[in-house]
């Protein structure tokens, strides 16, 4: 068969996608272990997930120094040791947070798993928090956050936030360089026995699994004894500030960084699918209005992005993007012009078809492979979605319409609402 260059492939539609079941486990001590069994190769994935996250403590810092802590120094091997076992054995591990919850992800190879299981295990079990170690660790936070209070885009972010959210919200702190400095080892100690505890947590195992790496898991994780996880979750309602826009003076930045938000629904609101595709089509992918407008039409910024976040305390709708200085007024225009032609249900068919096949490919992106297939069941945990929520999202894809669009920036994409936040040079805007 002769491929001819010149005619385009047809376009099919994906139907309907249904995503594997996610086999569940109980261990010897009640752990939960979820498993995806598939993939051509010998690899896994295995996320411990616990309870506790950034709003549920009093240092975000902390915690995330505990998270690292732990991989440099146990009671039987010190940091250059565990290093050296998990590299020797092509394993890795990366640590996660979120809102409420937080995560330690170990990827290895199956027939390596018996090698690096335990110094997993142990490294969350036994750590000893050695002092040289926490020093030179609080450090490069501390210098991490000093570079980033540089950063128009983290200043715009971190004033949106107390915007938003309110003064004092758990997602509105920012602790300080000074702050980390000022954090110590019994702090560390104290917050990795109120977080990391087996009772507390929840296994993902993802990859091409055998019997003997569930037994392998079992023998290890089902084995440690049942300590009750202290920590709990603070839930505290969205309360915007009377301030709805804060301009933070950044001399002689080349870029100021623009972040608009509007506090909107919870994932668990019947309208919340449908209104995150209308997010994406404001913004959320390169063919949306906004982008359409602002980048490719008027050339006033490289990108710009539009997203609904469904947190636990209630969702937020954010719009960000950097520009030169004196295009900021330019642009906050432009994006709240683009809202109100949202509600005018002029969206065309061509316009819808390109918004679902995004949204469609984003969707099927899920099954790539058994890591993504997990995401979507860790994202259950983390996220507090229904059990049917892949179906849900085609469904609610399919039934889009130009009207509903339209019906739900009328509802939700409140201008007035509007919290504005920018960080650049005062005197260039």
């Known amino acids: 068969m002769t491929l001819n260059r010149k005619l385009a492939p047809q376009l099919t539609d994906f139907g309907m996608l249904t995503i594997p079941e996610c086999r569940k486990l109980i261990l010897d001590n009640g752990i939960k272990l979820n498993i995806i069994d598939q993939g051509e190769f010998d690899v896994n994935r295995l996320t411990t997930s616990w309870n506790g996250g950034a709003n549920d403590v009093n240092s975000f810092s902390t915690l995330m120094l505990a998270t690292e802590l732990m991989r440099e120094g146990t009671e039987r091997h010190n940091g250059v040791e565990i290093a050296e076992i998990l590299d020797f054995n092509g394993a890795w591990l990366k640590s996660n947070f979120h809102s409420h919850h937080s995560s330690l992800v170990l990827h290895s190879i199956n027939n390596k798993f018996d090698a690096v299981l335990p110094t997993l295990v142990e490294t969350i079990a036994s750590p000893i928090f050695p002092q040289q170690e926490f020093e030179i660790n609080k450090e490069k936070l501390a210098k991490r956050k000093e570079l980033n209070a540089t950063k128009v885009a983290y200043l715009s972010n971190q004033s949106n936030q107390k915007l938003i959210f309110g003064e004092n919200h758990p997602c509105s702190i920012d602790e300080t360089a000074n702050d980390i400095r000022n954090i110590t080892i019994k702090d560390v100690a104290e917050l990795h026995k109120t977080v990391y505890t087996p009772n507390g947590c929840e296994l993902f195992l993802a990859g091409r699994i055998t019997p003997h790496i569930e037994d392998t898991i079992n023998n290890y994780w089902g084995q440690l004894p049942l300590v009750a996880n202290a920590i709990k979750h603070q839930i505290i309602p969205i309360k915007p500030s009377n301030e709805q826009l804060h301009i933070t003076n950044v001399p002689n930045s080349l870029q100021s960084a623009i972040t608009m938000s509007i506090p909107s629904i919870p994932r668990s609101h019947p309208d919340y699918i449908d209104l995150r595709y209308t997010i994406m089509a404001l913004g959320g992918y390169f063919g949306s209005r906004l982008m359409t407008n602002i980048r490719e039409d008027k050339g006033y910024t490289y990108g710009i992005s539009a997203m609904l976040l469904g947190h636990w305390e209630g969702g937020v709708i954010t719009i960000s993007t950097q520009c030169d200085n004196s295009y900021t007024k330019a642009v906050i225009e432009e994006v709240k012009k683009e809202i109100e032609l949202m509600k005018l249900d002029n969206f ?27 995401d979507y069941y860790e994202n259950m945990r983390h996220a507090l979605t229904p059990a049917d929520y892949f179906k849900q999202m085609q469904i609610s894809l399919a039934n889009l319409s130009s009207t509903r669009i339209a019906s ?22």
């Open 348 to 374: 065309s068919n061509d316009e819808l078809t390109r918004l679902k096949r995004y949204a469609m490919t984003q969707i099927a992106g899920m099954l790539d492979s058994p890591f993504s297939i997990m």
């Open 408 to 429: 739900l920036a009328q509802k939700y994409l409140n201008i007035d609402k509007m919290r504005i936040s920018i960080a650049g040079d005062k005197n260039q805007m």
